[in-house]
């Protein structure tokens, strides 16, 4: 077992699984509590357009993911808040928009399309060092910004209306957010793929919130339980030699209902003993 880790697709994958769940849970922290998971749903299975064209026309499918994504995401947006169009619905034709055009561009691109698999499902191994570059500079500018405009970007996810009353750069923290969420989830489209990248983005805030009720609380809680899931999914990928995107989403769902089980345990046993001091 000690022999895979002088393998460089190991080192890289390692690596990659590090940025990745810090990234990940930061961003999807600030999706759960602006309630935006129908939206980074709708985004993420709009990237599957830019991927199709990017085969289609020899360009870099993640650079042409990433371009659609922010597309999309910004076209939700517009949707929504200028034509007069219920954002649900804006979100399911971005959704069906991307997939269909991803889907076109995949059987137009002449012979096989390489590496299709890997983003449908996810292959952290096949991770490069410029995606790694890739990811390393995301998450530095990501920690950054939030590190900079952290009681702000709170204010705008707990209550936008009441950030905007009080002066704050609301549609500034909107806007750079939105384009971070497109780039973190084209980023995260390598490790678990479009078919399950969701789970990375709300399980292990499901489960920090379990304990915690804050945003700081349940963002370093889901920074550690996402980065615990991922190098576990990895060296049980390695034994196993299946994706370890799977084994991502298994852990974290035992998790969250290991968690949930031992709350409603410690919950009715907390309630025992009140009703116990109050019939003494």
Same mark, same amino acid.
């Given at each position: 077992?000690?022999?895979?880790?002088?393998?460089?697709?190991?080192?890289?994958?390692?690596?990659?699984?590090?940025?990745?769940?810090?990234?990940?849970?930061?961003?999807?922290?600030?999706?759960?509590? %602006?309630?935006?998971?129908?939206?980074?749903?709708?985004?993420?299975?709009?990237?599957?357009?830019?991927?199709?064209?990017?085969?289609?026309?020899?360009?870099?499918?993640?650079?042409?993911?990433?371009?659609?994504?922010?597309?999309?995401?910004?076209?939700?947006?517009?949707?929504?808040? %200028?034509?007069? #169009?219920?954002?649900?619905?804006?979100?399911?034709?971005?959704?069906?928009?991307?997939?269909?055009?991803?889907?076109?561009?995949?059987?137009?691109?002449?012979?096989?399309?390489?590496?299709?698999?890997?983003?449908?499902?996810?292959?952290?191994?096949?991770?490069?060092?410029?995606?790694?570059?890739?990811?390393?500079?995301?998450?530095?500018?990501?920690?950054?910004?939030?590190?900079?405009?952290?009681? =702000?970007?709170?204010?705008?996810?707990?209550?936008?209306?009441?950030? =905007?009353?009080?002066?704050?750069?609301? =549609?500034? &923290?909107?806007?750079?957010?939105?384009?971070?969420?497109?780039?973190?989830?084209?980023?995260? &489209?390598?490790?678990?793929? #479009?078919?399950?990248?969701?789970?990375?983005?709300?399980?292990?805030?499901?489960?920090?919130?379990?304990?915690?009720?804050?945003?700081?609380?349940?963002?370093?809680?889901?920074?550690?339980?996402?980065?615990?899931?991922?190098?576990?999914?990895?060296?049980?990928?390695?034994?196993?030699?299946?994706?370890?995107?799977?084994?991502?989403?298994?852990?974290?769902?035992?998790?969250? #209902?290991?968690?949930?089980?031992?709350?409603?345990?410690?919950?009715?046993?907390?309630?025992? =003993?009140?009703?116990?001091?109050?019939?003494?």
């Amino acid at each position: 077992m000690a022999e895979i880790f002088s393998y460089t697709f190991f080192q890289y994958a390692l690596i990659a699984v590090v940025f990745i769940s810090v990234s990940s849970a930061i961003i999807g922290t600030y999706i759960v509590t %602006r309630r935006m998971t129908a939206i980074a749903g709708g985004i993420t299975h709009a990237c599957f357009g830019g991927l199709g064209l990017g085969y289609y026309f020899g360009i870099n499918p993640i650079a042409m993911a990433t371009v659609f994504a922010i597309a999309s995401s910004a076209g939700v947006e517009w949707l929504s808040s %200028r034509q007069r #169009i219920r954002e649900d619905s804006a979100i399911a034709a971005v959704w069906a928009v991307g997939m269909a055009v991803g889907v076109m561009f995949v059987f137009l691109t002449p012979g096989l399309v390489p590496d299709l698999n890997s983003f449908l499902f996810g292959n952290i191994l096949t991770i490069t060092f410029s995606d790694l570059m890739a990811f390393a500079a995301f998450t530095i500018v990501l920690i950054l910004f939030f590190a900079l405009f952290f009681d =702000k970007i709170v204010a705008v996810a707990f209550d936008k209306d009441f950030a =905007k009353v009080s002066g704050m750069p609301v =549609k500034f &923290i909107s806007t750079v957010m939105t384009v971070m969420i497109a780039v973190c989830i084209v980023l995260t &489209i390598r490790l678990i793929g #479009i078919m399950l990248l969701m789970s990375m983005l709300s399980l292990p805030q499901m489960i920090a919130e379990i304990r915690y009720h804050n945003f700081r609380g349940i963002m370093f809680c889901s920074i550690a339980v996402s980065l615990v899931a991922c190098v576990v999914s990895l060296f049980l990928a390695a034994i196993v030699d299946i994706p370890c995107s799977p084994i991502i989403v298994i852990i974290l769902t035992l998790v969250y #209902i290991v968690a949930k089980a031992a709350q409603s345990v410690a919950e009715r046993r907390k309630n025992n =003993k009140l009703n116990t001091s109050r019939v003494k």
